[in-house]
């Protein structure tokens, strides 16, 4: 087998120990390189003339990604996790206990595991790369840092700064390790090695002493102090989790465990946890994620087909939408644009978007405000077609009218190039229509962003009939520069996920309207894993654009998607939610919690009946959103459950630790969820007939994924 690691020795005695894995673009620690470690260490210690040693990647812009998530994977036992655990501990002992300097030289993603093997050297210095990151975000795949990382990151940057970092999976930039202490020193990449060198040169320094404030020295220095700590940190998790994610508590435990008795039982409480959460459904949901965005940045969107350069880009519109799409590709993209609206404040207001981003990452110290300024320079704006012959893409995001879409298709083919690709931003209209008043339809398709642009990860790139393979290919290549995810979806009403979003909204309008109350519809839905309930998600994109959405969906789709009564009345009234600060809660006041306004239950006559059962709320409508889900698979919508289940979690937030609706479904059985849907159609109504290929799937037992 080839080696991973190669130990070379310089003339100064330090020795270099280069991890490079044949083959890989990234280094991961494996099971079956403890040996291979084992020997090297056991070579250094008997080579009197080594006087220290330097850890460093043979990888260009990456130090060690983490443990091989495919090894987790392969285990069947929690056991079996649990040794490898203890396996790395064992390593990262030997390594921690040569009485030499030992110094890891890091550049670029320096992950999970890999920041473990680097918190186990004495010393770490860094490049100041933008690819250089520190962090360990082993909590965002369902797991625990199990390299002894809960153990040695709080003895070196103290517990909170600790738990923040491992309950969240942040992950550090260069000048922020530093100022943490995580790492000794920052230098250009081209000094890396020979600063890491002279430092083990220079002997193994004691950590420099951090600056401890006042009240982490009597909150961290006592018992009590440190318990304090713990339990504000679980009522934090728990607040966030809905008690949906087990990693987070266990992480505190292992910590907790660790500085209270001592590393030995902390190492030890962190192998048992580790061993159990990756045999967790939550972990292995939320890893099934990650493989699955992997495999689509490989995807073109259209097979073979490449995509063509997008040099220049014209936004129509510059609302909400289009400031938002005109700021991610200038500052993610990196891509000149050119904003066109119809008057001077829609142009402010896209220049504004930007500039507030862009703002914020200098303020966060993730750009200087000369490369803010640049960026800024990107941006252009008019309220002519001027100055657009030569964009590549123009991206419209005016209002759902397709008259005006028309329109707008007709100046782009006048005044741009017979290449300029047409997108549309529609959430609604189907691409072919709005393609109908094209010269040139194969240059036409939609892109469709979810708000707000900059937070939001997933694009729809929805192809027509007539679309070319390159406009598809070009479009999703674009959307990946501006840090999108995309998903290739069928041209049809509503796309994929507004579509199944529509039934969910709508059996939680029929639950209001039967007396479940406002806040006690959220809570079950955020109970049931959702970042926020329907009825916030209302106000939040404006009632009135459900409104708008509905007829068009009904029209296209069925009767099935028939909104209830309720948006008439609430658009009598003038609710349009948050954007006229009149919705189902109250805006404007100063008070901390959110509040109903309650003045909506007489605006629908209603008055709130006993709340039903959290559980059973949630359960009527998701039941809506999975069954449409499946629609969508049955008619090509989506080409995959797995682009149903990243269009869903990335779209709509539908819960990560399920994995997203379809292998949601597989855990409750195709069975069991028509057996639910018939019970709802008895009761209910029709709106809840199973479709054709879940009572299909529950004959034969199939699933979505093998
Ligand atoms: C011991 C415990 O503490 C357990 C752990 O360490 S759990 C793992 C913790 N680490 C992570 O969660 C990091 C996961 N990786 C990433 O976030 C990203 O890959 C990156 C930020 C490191 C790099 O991103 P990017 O530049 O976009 O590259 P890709 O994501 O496309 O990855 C390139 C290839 O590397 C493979 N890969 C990356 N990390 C891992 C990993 N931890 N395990 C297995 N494979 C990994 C990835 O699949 C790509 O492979 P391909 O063959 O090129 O498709």
Same mark, same amino acid.
């Given at each position: 087998?080839?080696?991973?690691?190669?130990?070379?020795?310089?003339?100064?005695?330090?020795?270099?120990?280069?991890?490079?894995?044949?083959?890989?673009?990234?280094?991961?620690?494996?099971?079956?390189?403890?040996?291979?470690?084992?020997?090297?260490?056991?070579?250094?210690?008997?080579?009197?003339?080594?006087?220290?040693?330097?850890?460093?990647?043979?990888?260009?812009?990456?130090?060690?990604?983490?443990?091989?998530?495919?090894?987790?994977?392969?285990?069947?036992?929690?056991?079996?996790?649990?040794?490898?655990?203890?396996?790395?501990?064992?390593?990262?002992?030997?390594?921690?206990?040569?009485?030499?300097?030992?110094?890891?030289?890091?550049?670029?993603?320096?992950?999970?595991?890999?920041?473990?093997?680097?918190?186990?050297?004495?010393?770490?210095?860094?490049?100041?790369?933008?690819?250089?990151?520190?962090?360990?975000?082993?909590?965002?795949?369902?797991?625990?840092?199990?390299?002894?990382?809960?153990?040695?990151?709080?003895?070196?940057?103290?517990?909170?700064?600790?738990?923040?970092?491992?309950?969240?999976?942040?992950?550090?930039?260069?000048?922020?390790?530093?100022?943490?202490?995580?790492?000794?020193?920052?230098?250009?990449? =081209?000094?890396?090695?020979?600063?890491?060198?002279?430092?083990?040169?220079?002997?193994?320094?004691?950590?420099?002493?951090?600056?401890?404030?006042?009240?982490?020295?009597?909150?961290?220095?006592?018992?009590?102090? @440190?318990?304090?700590?713990?339990?504000?940190?679980?009522?934090?998790?728990?607040?966030?989790?809905?008690?949906?994610?087990?990693?987070?508590?266990?992480?505190?435990?292992?910590?907790?465990?660790?500085?209270?008795?001592?590393?030995?039982?902390?190492?030890?409480?962190?192998?048992?946890?580790?061993?159990?959460?990756?045999?967790?459904?939550?972990?292995?949901?939320?890893?099934?994620?990650?493989?699955?965005?992997?495999?689509?940045?490989?995807?073109?969107?259209?097979?073979?087909?490449?995509?063509?350069?997008?040099?220049?880009?014209?936004?129509?519109?510059?609302?909400?939408?289009?400031?938002?799409?005109?700021?991610?590709?200038?500052?993610?993209?990196?891509?000149?644009?050119?904003?066109?609206?119809?008057?001077?404040?829609?142009?402010?207001?896209?220049?504004?978007?930007?500039?507030?981003?862009?703002?914020?990452?200098?303020?966060?110290?993730?750009?200087?405000?000369?490369?803010?300024?640049?960026?800024?320079?990107?941006?252009?704006?008019?309220?002519?077609?001027?100055?657009?012959?030569?964009?590549?893409?123009?991206?419209?995001?005016?209002?759902?009218?397709?008259?005006?879409?028309?329109?707008?298709?007709?100046?782009?083919?006048?005044?741009?190039?017979?290449?300029?690709?047409?997108?549309?931003?529609?959430?609604?209209?189907?691409?072919?229509?709005?393609?109908?008043?094209?010269?040139?339809?194969?240059?036409?398709?939609?892109?469709?962003?979810? =708000?707000?642009?900059?937070?939001?990860?997933?694009?729809?790139?929805?192809?027509?009939?007539?679309?070319?393979?390159?406009?598809?290919?070009?479009?999703?290549?674009?959307?990946?520069?501006?840090?999108?995810?995309?998903?290739?979806?069928?041209?049809?009403?509503?796309?994929?996920?507004?579509?199944?979003?529509?039934?969910?909204?709508?059996?939680?309008?029929?639950?209001?309207?039967?007396?479940?109350?406002?806040?006690?519809?959220?809570?079950?839905?955020?109970?049931?894993?959702?970042?926020?309930?329907?009825?916030?998600?209302?106000?939040?994109?404006?009632?009135?654009?459900?409104?708008?959405?509905?007829?068009?969906?009904?029209?296209?789709?069925?009767?099935?998607?028939?909104?209830?009564?309720?948006?008439?009345?609430?658009?009598?009234?003038?609710?349009?939610?948050?954007?006229?600060?009149?919705?189902?809660?109250?805006?404007?006041?100063?008070?901390?919690?959110?509040?109903?306004?309650?003045?909506?239950?007489?605006?629908?006559?209603?008055?709130?009946?006993?709340?039903?059962?959290?559980?059973?709320?949630?359960?009527?409508?998701?039941?809506?959103?999975?069954?449409?889900?499946?629609?969508?698979?049955?008619?090509?919508?989506?080409?995959?459950?797995?682009?149903?289940?990243?269009?869903?979690?990335?779209?709509?937030?539908?819960?990560?630790?399920?994995?997203?609706?379809? @292998?949601?479904?597989?855990?409750?059985?195709?069975?069991?969820?028509?057996?639910?849907?018939?019970?709802?159609?008895?009761?209910?109504?029709?709106?809840?007939?199973?479709?054709?290929?879940?009572?299909?799937?529950?004959?034969?037992?199939?699933?979505?994924?093998?």
């Amino acid at each position: 087998m080839e080696k991973s690691f190669t130990l070379s020795r310089l003339d100064s005695g330090i020795a270099v120990l280069t991890m490079d894995v044949p083959g890989e673009t990234m280094n991961t620690l494996r099971a079956e390189f403890g040996p291979e470690i084992c020997e090297m260490l056991a070579e250094i210690k008997s080579d009197a003339s080594i006087r220290g040693v330097v850890i460093i990647s043979g990888k260009k812009d990456s130090f060690v990604a983490g443990a091989d998530i495919s090894m987790l994977d392969a285990c069947s036992t929690a056991g079996d996790a649990r040794e490898l655990s203890k396996q790395g501990h064992e390593v990262f002992f030997a390594l921690e206990s040569l009485t030499i300097p030992v110094v890891a030289a890091i550049n670029g993603a320096c992950l999970g595991g890999g920041l473990e093997l680097a918190l186990a050297c004495h010393q770490r210095v860094c490049s100041d790369s933008n690819k250089t990151m520190l962090g360990l975000p082993e909590v965002q795949l369902g797991l625990l840092p199990g390299g002894g990382g809960t153990q040695r990151l709080p003895r070196l940057v103290g517990i909170a700064k600790a738990l923040d970092m491992m309950l969240t999976g942040k992950q550090l930039r260069p000048k922020q390790a530093l100022k943490l202490g995580l790492v000794d020193d920052v230098v250009p990449e =081209s000094i890396l090695l020979q600063t890491a060198v002279e430092m083990a040169l220079a002997g193994a320094r004691p950590a420099k002493k951090r600056k401890v404030s006042l009240v982490e020295k009597l909150l961290e220095g006592t018992p009590v102090g @440190r318990n304090i700590i713990f339990d504000q940190a679980l009522k934090q998790v728990n607040k966030k989790t809905q008690g949906n994610y087990p990693a987070p508590e266990k992480i505190i435990d292992c910590v907790r465990q660790g500085m209270t008795k001592d590393m030995v039982k902390g190492l030890e409480v962190e192998a048992q946890h580790f061993g159990d959460l990756v045999v967790s459904s939550e972990s292995e949901a939320l890893r099934s994620i990650f493989f699955a965005t992997t495999d689509m940045k490989k995807e073109s969107g259209a097979g073979d087909v490449s995509p063509k350069a997008v040099n220049k880009v014209m936004v129509l519109g510059g609302g909400l939408m289009g400031g938002g799409i005109a700021s991610v590709t200038t500052t993610k993209a990196k891509i000149p644009v050119r904003v066109k609206d119809i008057s001077e404040t829609g142009l402010s207001n896209a220049l504004a978007y930007a500039y507030k981003l862009l703002a914020k990452g200098v303020k966060r110290r993730h750009m200087t405000p000369a490369v803010r300024d640049n960026l800024m320079a990107l941006m252009t704006t008019t309220t002519e077609y001027k100055g657009i012959k030569d964009a590549d893409m123009v991206v419209e995001a005016v209002f759902e009218d397709l008259n005006l879409k028309h329109q707008m298709v007709k100046d782009v083919e006048r005044e741009c190039g017979e290449h300029t690709i047409f997108a549309s931003n529609t959430s609604s209209l189907p691409i072919k229509q709005i393609a109908e008043a094209a010269e040139r339809p194969e240059n036409v398709i939609g892109l469709h962003y979810f =708000s707000p642009v900059e937070k939001m990860p997933l694009v729809e790139v929805i192809a027509h009939e007539k679309t070319s393979p390159q406009t598809i290919a070009t479009t999703v290549a674009f959307a990946r520069k501006q840090g999108k995810t995309p998903i290739v979806v069928k041209d049809g009403a509503g796309f994929y996920v507004n579509r199944i979003l529509a039934l969910y909204m709508n059996e939680a309008a029929n639950l209001l309207l039967e007396g479940q109350s406002v806040d006690h519809l959220d809570k079950a839905l955020v109970k049931f894993g959702f970042p926020v309930g329907p009825m916030t998600l209302l106000d939040e994109v404006g009632i009135d654009v459900g409104a708008k959405i509905s007829p068009i969906l009904e029209k296209e789709l069925g009767e099935r998607f028939k909104a209830p009564a309720a948006f008439d009345k609430l658009l009598a009234d003038d609710r349009k939610g948050r954007k006229n600060g009149k919705g189902f809660y109250q805006y404007g006041n100063k008070a901390k919690k959110k509040l109903v306004d309650e003045s909506v239950y007489g605006v629908l006559g209603l008055t709130p009946a006993t709340d039903k059962e959290p559980r059973a709320v949630a359960e009527r409508c998701v039941m809506q959103m999975l069954n449409e889900a499946v629609r969508c698979l049955e008619e090509g919508i989506i080409s995959s459950p797995r682009d149903g289940d990243i269009g869903a979690i990335f779209g709509i937030g539908f819960p990560p630790f399920l994995g997203g609706p379809f @292998r949601y479904m597989d855990s409750l059985g195709a069975k069991h969820l028509v057996e639910t849907l018939k019970r709802y159609q008895s009761e209910f109504g029709d709106r809840f007939t199973p479709c054709d290929r879940l009572v299909e799937m529950a004959e034969s037992g199939a699933k979505f994924y093998d």
